[in-house]
Structures are given as C-alpha cells and as structure tokens.
C-alpha cells in the first residue's frame, strides 16, 4: 500500500512557475513508476506526466511539453512536477498517481494503482 501527498499547489499569474512535490509512503517507491495527472472543472481527469522507477524514462502531454519537468528523489520517497510558463488553462487539481504496471499505458488513469488527494493550481491571466 502506497499513500502520497501532494504538496505545492497556489495561485499564480500567467507566465510564472509553481513546483508541486508528492510525498510517498512505504518503502517500495522506488519500484513505482509515477503520474502527474490534473481535472479542470468540468472536465475529464487528463494526463500530464509520468517517469519511469528511476528516472531514466519521462514522458509529457503534448500541451505541457517544453513547459514542465517531472522528476523524483528516491532517497526522499518524492515525485516533482516543475510548473514553468504557466497559462490559465493549466489551473486544474493536480493529482499525483502510482502503481503504474506497463510504460506504454502510462496516459491512462485506470493505469495507476494509487492516487494522492490532489493540489489545486490556479493561473490568472
């Protein structure tokens, strides 16, 4: 069993950057490929990012390429999504997720086994 928390969430004015950080419990993170995925109101949850057990491996959505990082500490049981350039239409709950079982379905919610609580990210123009 794996419990995250998220962490880093605000409000911030278009073109600035936020870091959300998601804190893991339970000492198997490290065999955890993680998630970032975030839900605007009134819509579907969407994927944002996922990397791989050790980092080697990152993969973005095409509408936050460029823009944001995902990144872990395994040391400190951590997962990172750096924010940059951020636009109104990035303000969403985001919610961090593990447990992924297969790299190629790592758009996928149903693809993660654990989920945090979620962080709301707010953007103004």
């Known amino acids: 069993q794996v419990q995250l928390v998220e962490s880093g969430g605000g409000l911030v004015q278009a073109g600035g950057s936020l870091r959300l950080a998601c804190a893991a419990s339970?000492?198997?993170?490290?065999?955890?490929?993680m998630g970032w995925f975030r839900q605007a109101p009134g819509k579907e949850r969407e994927f944002v990012a996922a990397?791989?057990?050790?980092?080697?491996?990152?993969y973005y959505a095409d509408s936050v390429k460029g823009r944001f990082t995902i990144s872990r500490d395994n040391a400190k049981n951590t997962v990172y999504l750096q924010m940059n350039s951020l636009k109104p239409e990035d303000t969403a709950v985001y919610y961090c997720?593990?447990?992924?079982?297969?790299?190629?379905?790592?758009?996928?919610?149903?693809?993660?086994?654990?989920w945090g609580q979620g962080t709301q990210v707010t953007v103004s123009s």
């Open positions: 339970g000492r198997t993170f490290s065999t955890y490929a």
């Open positions: 997720a593990a447990g992924l079982r297969r790299w190629q379905d790592a758009v996928a919610d149903v693809s993660y086994d654990y």
């Open positions: 990397i791989g057990r050790i980092g080697g491996n990152t």
